[in-house]
């Protein structure tokens, strides 16, 4: 890879994923992180926010981790519980919204 294009994806806002929201985003577990990175399947950073370390992720090569694990269906399903439970929250708010307006 060409040092360009490589720090080019460090920097791309969105390219990047920390290692709680791959976990929290895909379900995949810290262990299994740490094995892709050993294998060498994934590239990670140690960054740290307000002292806290933690790994920074090429959000491309997650997906094409957690496909090739897990199948292209997981990935598909996981996005539609994702949305879903996105426009839950948003009509319970909306539902709030609406009974402290007739009030």
């Known amino acids: 890879m ?5 720090k080019s994806v460090w920097v791309k806002k969105g390219a990047t994923i920390s ?3 791959a976990r929290k985003e895909f379900g995949l577990t810290q262990e299994e992180i740490i094995e892709a990175i050993r294998d060498g399947k994934l590239q990670y950073r140690v960054n740290s926010i ?3 370390p933690y790994l920074k ?3 491309s090569e997650v997906e094409a ?3 090739g694990k897990y199948g292209s269906d997981y990935l598909k399903k996981k996005q539609i519980k994702t949305e879903l439970a996105q426009t839950n929250k948003e009509l319970k ?3 709030a919204q609406v009974a ?3 009030i």
């Open 2 to 6: 060409d040092s360009g294009e490589g």
């Open 19 to 21: 290692d709680k929201s």
């Open 65 to 67: 981790f957690v496909d």
């Open 57 to 59: 992720l090429v959000r």
């Open 93 to 95: 708010r909306l539902k």
């Open 100 to 102: 402290s307006l007739e």
């Open 50 to 52: 307000f002292g806290n």
